[in-house]
């Protein structure tokens, strides 16, 4: 639009000297954005880098800027990188895609930063998607990936088929035409970790072949080896890729060939603790910091990270890097919010609530319903009993320690509903029922209603592990997913409660 107005005005007769200063100032103007990128920083201190064996590591002092972070979004030429402390994933056509977990759903977001499709659902052979931690593009779709590596494929907005992409972590990235997985925070086992052990997995697309890149670090406490290494993968436009440490302030930087190129460190304001192994009501418990919670490649070309700077908060600061790895600026977002960069390398950020306002709610489908007997007696539980009523569902097993913890905690919310409003039930999925029957007398003043599912439940309802709850709203379609709530009924107890306070249900069609 610009050279066309150019042009228009020189063939009117205007010089093309004035006519050069129109287009100059335009495009100057258009590339200016809302203010200055960034504010320089006086005391600012230049890193220390050391090269051996071809590997440059450098050791950041400080950013050289402070980043201007601005809340009115321009029009377009925008891209999503973080929502609820979380990294989207580019799209070919400028655009993000970014995996809602809690509202099972992909938003696909638009070069404006606006959202130009929701993915959710079910195909028609397959249980639901529960969970998705990635977005994968395929020749077919989109690919909604949960974090065992199984995707529901999008042909277009309409759910497919599950694949399954058979890969030993989460996946994280794309190399090409090549899938990296790594480890990651939000799903990790306390075990030790071999020193020959790949800190990341690229799988060919074409050959299925698994390619190990980069080595892990081994914490004193051997038990912590598998977090030690959770982090997050990013692959650039060029090939090169990123793994951003969750629990460390480092970046590691692999050519397209699994080489390590260089390692890049920054300070925190104030010192973090590594993670440790604490007994905790009996039980060893890590407890740990996630320092940096994603990371992404901007439309500027510069590499991004959310961090957690300090102890004991969530992620309230994004760190801009070089493609060397020197750390160029730090600015201040909200946390949990939506930030967005430009090709220019201005940073905008919102609420999440603000950035999600022209989306809507996840459209609610129905719970596949279930025809069970009940946990040590013979009477049956059949979920449409329950229609008019919140309905909370808790899937547990006596080999699952996490339900260990919370199922006092649902016990005692339990004791606290109306039975006429609200119900809990218990899904078991152990084979043998005298196993659950244990349990439950084990943990004891376990009162609501509990059922047998002779460990058939996850082929049915396709959930990623346990503990697993699922909380229906009166006409039993499912309000929210959740994959643990520790020891913190909290989450459960909000949702239900802006559930009973959304009034009488319409009639099921």
């Known amino acids: 639009m610009i050279f066309a107005e150019f042009m228009r005005r020189n063939r009117e007769g205007r010089g093309l000297g004035s006519g050069l200063l129109i287009l100059v100032a335009l495009l100057s103007a258009c590339n200016t954005g809302p203010g200055p990128v960034s504010d320089p920083v006086e005391d600012y201190r230049a890193p220390d880098v050391t090269t051996v064996e071809g590997v440059r590591t450098v050791e950041n002092h400080g950013p050289a800027e402070h980043l201007r972070v601005y809340e009115s979004l321009p029009t377009k030429g925008l891209r999503l990188l973080f929502m609820g402390n979380r990294a989207a994933v580019p799209l070919p056509d400028g655009g993000a895609a970014w995996p809602d977990a809690d509202g099972a759903r992909i938003l696909m ?206 992620p309230t600061h994004v760190y801009t890097f070089a493609s060397d790895g020197t750390l160029l600026r730090t600015g201040e977002v909200p946390s949990a919010g939506a930030v967005f960069a430009d090709r220019s390398g201005h940073v905008y950020a919102l609420s999440m609530e603000d950035a999600l306002a022209r989306t809507g709610e996840p459209e609610r489908v129905l719970f596949p319903t279930f025809d069970l007997t009940e946990l040590g007696g013979d009477e049956p539980v059949r979920l449409d009993d329950y229609l008019g009523k919140v309905v909370v569902i808790n899937f547990w097993a006596s080999w699952c320690g996490p339900c260990r913890r919370e199922m006092p905690q649902l016990a005692a919310y339990a004791r606290e509903l109306d039975p006429d409003k609200v119900v809990v039930i218990g899904l078991n999925e152990d084979i043998s029922a005298s196993d659950g029957l244990d349990f439950l007398e084990e943990i004891g003043h376990v009162g609501y209603l509990n059922a047998e599912g002779g460990g058939r439940l996850r082929s049915r309802y396709n959930y990623r592990g346990l503990p697993y709850t699922v909380i229906l709203d009166r006409e039993l379609k499912v309000v929210r997913r959740l994959y643990g709530f520790g020891e ?22």
């Open 488 to 509: 913190n009924i909290d989450p459960i107890r909000r949702i239900v409660d802006e559930e009973l306070r959304r009034g009488q249900p319409s009639t099921l069609d």
């Open 109 to 314: 977001f638009d070069g404006r930063g606006v959202v130009a499709g929701i993915l959710q659902g079910r195909p028609k052979e397959g249980g639901d998607l529960t969970r998705p931690t990635y977005v994968s593009i395929d020749s077919r779709g989109v690919v909604a990936v949960e974090s065992d590596g199984r995707g529901l494929l999008f042909e277009g907005e309409t759910p497919s088929q599950w694949v399954d992409n058979e890969v030993p972590a989460p996946l994280s990235g794309e190399a090409g035409r090549g899938l990296v997985a790594a480890r990651t925070i939000l799903e990790f086992s306390l075990a030790p970790i071999r020193s020959r052990d790949p800190l990341m997995w690229v799988r060919n697309a074409f050959s299925g072949e698994l390619r190990p890149i980069g080595k892990v670090t081994r914490p004193s406490e051997p038990f912590l080896g598998q977090l030690a290494n959770t982090g997050w993968a990013h692959v650039a436009p060029d090939g090169m890729i990123y793994f951003a440490s969750s629990v460390r302030p480092e970046i590691n930087a692999f050519t397209p060939d699994g080489e390590l190129a260089w390692k890049s460190r920054w300070s925190p304001p104030s010192e973090i603790d590594p993670p440790v192994l604490r007994p905790i009501d009996g039980t060893l418990t890590p407890v740990y910091h996630v320092l940096q919670h994603g990371l992404t490649v901007g439309p500027d070309g510069y590499i991004y990270v959310l961090a957690a700077p300090h102890e004991g908060r969530g």
